[in-house]
């Protein structure tokens, strides 16, 4: 058998501890921004009551629960109940607030979201934990496609906050806001990208955040981190990157978007999942109704589940680190097709 | 202003009042020659009693935030509550004719753009869980509401229902009361044959609902096992109703296959004479 402490292939990394997010690279963090977001929320807003099914600890809604047990409703591991219950409240004017991870709210209680939220209208927040390449364990718990089944849903808005400034801007915006919702929340540690004293998320809103003629990096979810670091590097470079942070992908700002491709038609992509149905899709599809022909190249996961291991390693591994947009980024600028 | 629904008390009327449903659901089904007949007339005497005797409810302001609230699981079962809601003055009577039509808000497979309807049933398993949402609510707002959910046998097959259970008995949501219809037909047959729930009864005491089984046809034992119901605390009430499918229509009694029925012409005038016939 190989001495595997001596196989240079072999990984140095573990799978990470369950209770933080990575923070790999963040010069700031906060711990729990949606939890200390949804008490000060509810503290304005009696109407706010929060659910969840089983992870009450790890989608840091036990925040809540211990400032409001009143209001605060456990499942168990039950995800369909835990949004057919949410939908009930909400009929009865309530504003729930219902957490799970990203892979058991969108696979196991997809017709509970279409159906009872969706179709209905009811003003349900779903904030769904372990977006992406955010765990260490694999493909059971990775939600690498949720974006895709959230978006096809009509009457939902989805969104992907960037960090911990506009998750916790995102819950007062959704809370003041009337109709179903689904979030991708990051938990524990979160790093801070957005100063807060500058950034303001408005929903339905994308927003520059750095400008350039050469290149459009369009990003969603905390990979507008990683963009920011990589039109940093690519500036060293002399090239002018602009970043359109996208975190509502539905209802999706095709103006915003639009307007930064006409513009600049090298156009790089980079979400925290698979690259079909997400954020890249949604670029394709309103530059393809528009008649606007792109070099669009597309960061993210490819076609296939991924396994358990360290969050860094991970995100190496299947191209979500701020390289491979960089990367990306000379492969469009290099692209000759007129 | 509130003004309730009048509550009938004795017996007779509720039979006249299930009977009228009854001929509503025929009227509707005849114009487009098919549809959930069996159904609509086996729930007929459950819905007379809720509509007409128990819940408290204004007919011309749905929204009245105090309001007992009817949840409909089985979406297909909507005959019957278009028939029940028409007769309580929620809609014109004329509007049963759109059964069924294109643009109608009166759907084959019902929803909430039905004024009374609470929610969007159809992809059975939905209802119970809504309903526990709404029992919470309604107690967190201390008001009076209860919550009357319909379930059939057959959406018993669906896990959801029982995760709702679950949830029901563990938050003791008194004011929560399940009926499900125990018709013992389900689209691809007789559920013993397709995928076996019973025992139902034993289910649901096992979950720790208040439990009852019914003739889910005789008003009497509907009205006698709601008022028994409501004096057991702390448990949500399940009331397991063996009714017949067509029940009062012969000719549908009587049809092996009876889950969605399509009736020729010329048999509708039989039909209506053997629910004329019943008392």
């Known amino acids: 058998m190989a001495n595997v402490a001596n196989n240079p292939t072999v990984r140095t990394g573990v799978t990470g501890n369950m209770l933080t997010s990575d923070t790999s690279g963040a010069a700031t963090t906060i711990p729990a921004p949606f939890g200390h977001a949804l008490v000060r929320a509810a503290e304005q807003n009696a109407k706010i009551v929060g659910l969840t099914a089983d992870l009450g600890k790890y989608t840091d809604i036990n925040i809540f629960a211990q400032h409001f047990p009143e209001r605060f409703f456990q499942v168990g591991m039950a995800e369909q109940n835990l949004i057919g219950v949410a939908c009930g409240l909400a009929r009865t004017g309530f504003i729930p607030f219902a957490t799970t991870y990203a892979v058991f709210a969108t696979r196991r209680a997809y017709d509970f979201i279409a159906i009872g939220a969706a179709l209905g209208r009811a003003n349900v927040k779903i904030f769904a934990g372990l977006p992406g390449l955010t765990t260490g364990y694999g493909g059971t718990h990775q939600g690498i496609e949720d974006l895709a089944l959230m978006r096809s849903i009509p009457n939902l808005t989805v969104i992907d906050p960037c960090d911990a400034t506009e998750l916790s801007q995102v819950v007062h915006a959704v809370a003041a806001h009337e109709g179903p919702v689904y979030v991708r929340l990051l938990r524990g540690q979160v790093p801070v990208v957005l100063d807060p004293t500058r950034h303001q998320f408005q929903m339905g809103k994308a927003q520059l955040l750095r400008e350039g003629d050469d290149l459009a990096i369009i990003s969603t979810g905390l990979m507008t981190g990683r963009a920011l670091d990589a039109a940093a590097r690519l500036a060293e470079e002399g090239v002018r990157a602009a970043v359109l942070h996208v975190s509502t992908i539905k209802p999706f700002d095709r103006e915003s978007v639009l307007s930064l491709i006409g513009r600049v038609r090298r156009v790089v992509t980079a979400e925290n999942h698979v690259i079909t149905g997400g954020l890249a899709s949604a670029v394709a599809d309103a530059t393809t109704d528009a008649g606007l022909a792109i070099h669009l190249k597309r960061v993210g996961i490819p076609d296939c589940f991924c396994e358990s291991g360290s969050i860094p390693w991970l995100v190496q591994r299947y191209g979500l680190d701020s390289d491979s947009i960089a990367v990306a980024a000379r492969e469009a600028l290099k692209d000759q097709r007129s | ?279």
């Not at chain 2, 029992?135 to 009076?144: C, K, Q």
């Not at chain 2, 563990?170 to 013992?184: E, G, P, Q, Y």
């Not at chain 2, 691809?188 to 979950?207: L, R, S, Y």
């Not at chain 2, 019914?214 to 448990?235: E, L």
């Open chain 2, 1 to 279: 202003m509130t003004t309730l629904i009048s509550p009938t008390t004795s017996i007779q009327p509720l039979k006249a009042k299930a009977k009228q449903i009854r001929r509503h659901v025929l009227r509707m089904a005849e114009r487009v020659g098919q549809g959930y007949v069996g159904q609509g007339l086996d729930i007929a005497d459950l819905l007379a009693v809720l509509y007409f005797r128990e819940m408290r409810y204004d007919p011309h302001n749905l929204a009245w935030p105090q309001r007992d609230r009817f949840v409909l699981s089985i979406g297909h079962y909507s005959i019957a509550l278009y028939a029940a809601l028409a007769e309580a003055g929620v809609f014109p009577i004329e509007e049963m004719d759109t059964y069924g039509a294109d643009g109608s808000r009166l759907e084959m497979s019902g929803s909430e753009i039905t004024p009374g309807f609470e929610m969007t049933g159809g992809s059975l398993g939905h209802g119970l869980s809504q309903a526990v949402g709404m029992a919470l609510g309604v107690r967190m707002n201390s008001f009076p509401s209860r919550i009357f959910n319909l379930l059939s046998d057959g959406e018993l097959q669906e896990g959801a229902t029982w995760e709702a259970a679950m949830s029901a008995s563990h938050f003791r949501l008194d004011h929560l009361f399940a009926f499900i219809d125990c018709n013992d037909q389900q689209a691809d047959g007789p559920p013993n044959q397709i995928m076996n729930v019973e025992p139902v009864h034993e289910k649901w005491a096992a979950f720790g609902w208040d439990t009852q089984r019914i003739d889910g046809n005789d008003i009497a034992a509907i009205v006698a096992a709601i008022d028994r119901a409501k004096s057991v605390k702390d448990r949500p009430h399940a009331i397991v109703l063996d009714t017949l499918m067509g029940k009062g229509v012969r000719i549908f009694e009587e049809r092996e296959k009876n889950h969605f029925i399509r009736v020729e012409p010329d048999e509708w005038q039989a039909a209506r004479l053997q629910l004329e016939a019943t008392d």
